[in-house]
């Protein structure tokens, strides 16, 4: 299942990090559709808003449905059909779709026929792995280069070289009020069983997409047919993982320490890899070069622990806890 994501980019990295090739193979930027609503979080739980993806013609018909937007949209799908005068009272989770009934389930079959195909965008998410003693949460997200934690580039720079999105496949919703009012966009996150590396951790994930052309017949519901695109939907290898601290099980915590590796069961500061650093960079470079630019990727005040009431701690002096000079455990593949 998919319950808990980060997305910690602010909307400007965002837009750059979603950079792709229209029908013509131009490079473009997708447009931002209320931007001003978009709040990035390293805790995003369902009923909160975040990043999709979607085609253009969903919003203008003559459209090309190759170019593609950016909307800030409510986690938890409610129906183009539902009749009551608010969401809240869907009768049912929708926060998730199992890719084997979402043909079948009227709440997704009407919208996924539709065409209402979307991108959930994330840096990645959280799963808990049950236990003896508890639940271990893990952090589980595209495997990243070395360029993810160089230093930020101008914003001149064409090519994104920041921390790669997980890209999760989404089916989307417009509600409006039986009385009237601002139509409400809402999404799904589809699940399908657990790659074999990370069935270890929990028996479902979310369906996610592996590169842009993915992406392109995903979102492209025009050229691309529901029961060519559904092919997609399968379970993919390409994830890695680490552990992370049971902070991140209060929806309240909205930090870089939500994310932060951890070695299980360590009483000594772990060593690290090349690998971990690149997480340690981009968690250095997400919070110390925001501070330098007009864009914030969080809100003001969200930096400083609530568990804590010593000096203000950032993802900097996370490191430092967790880490000696060399860095931290890796993120890594499960093996057997």
């Not at 990043?51 to 183009?80: C, F, K, N, T, Y």
């Not at 639940?135 to 001149?156: C, L, M, N, S, V």
């Not at 400083?304 to 701690?313: N, Y």
Request: glycine letters at 8%; aromatic letters at 8%; charged letters at 30%.
């Amino acid at each position: 299942m998919c319950g808990r994501t980060a997305c910690s980019l602010g909307a400007d990295s965002l837009r750059r990090a979603c950079a792709y090739r229209d029908r013509r193979g131009r490079r473009r930027e997708p447009e931002w559709i209320g931007a001003e609503r978009y709040r990035p979080s390293y805790n995003k739980g369902p009923q909160s808003r975040g990043p999709v993806l979607l085609s253009r013609r969903h919003l203008r018909q003559d459209a090309d449905s190759s170019e593609r937007v950016l909307m800030d949209m409510r986690w938890g799908l409610v129906p183009s059909w539902f009749k009551q005068d608010d969401p809240s009272k869907m009768p049912f989770n929708t926060s998730n779709c199992r890719s084997d009934t979402m043909l079948s389930k009227a709440s997704y079959k009407d919208a996924l026929l539709k065409g209402k195909r979307c991108v959930v965008l994330a840096d990645g998410f959280y799963e808990w792995q049950q236990q003896s003693g508890g639940k271990q949460p893990y952090f589980i997200h595209f495997p990243q280069t070395k360029d993810a934690a160089a230093e930020e580039e101008e914003e001149g720079d064409e090519e994104w070289k920041g921390w790669r999105l997980l890209t999760m496949a989404g089916i989307f919703d417009c509600w409006e009020p039986p009385a009237g009012g601002e139509a409400l966009y809402t999404y799904t996150i589809i699940t399908v069983d657990a790659s074999k590396d990370l069935s270890f951790i929990h028996h479902r994930m979310p369906a996610i997409l592996d590169g842009d052309d993915a992406i392109t017949q995903w979102l492209d519901f025009a050229e691309v047919p529901t029961q060519e695109a559904v092919k997609l939907i399968q379970p993919i290898e390409n994830i890695v993982f680490h552990p992370v601290s049971t902070f991140v099980n209060s929806i309240r915590n909205n930090t870089p320490e939500c994310l932060a590796p951890i070695e299980l069961g360590a009483k000594k500061e772990a060593k690290g890899t090349p690998s971990t650093q690149v997480m340690l960079g981009w968690l250095k470079n997400s919070e110390e070069g925001s501070s330098q630019k007009k864009e914030k990727d969080l809100p003001k005040g969200t930096r400083q622990f609530r568990h804590s009431p010593s000096p203000r701690k950032t993802s900097a002096g996370i490191l430092q806890q967790w880490l000696g000079k060399e860095g931290g455990p890796p993120a890594k593949k499960h093996k057997g």
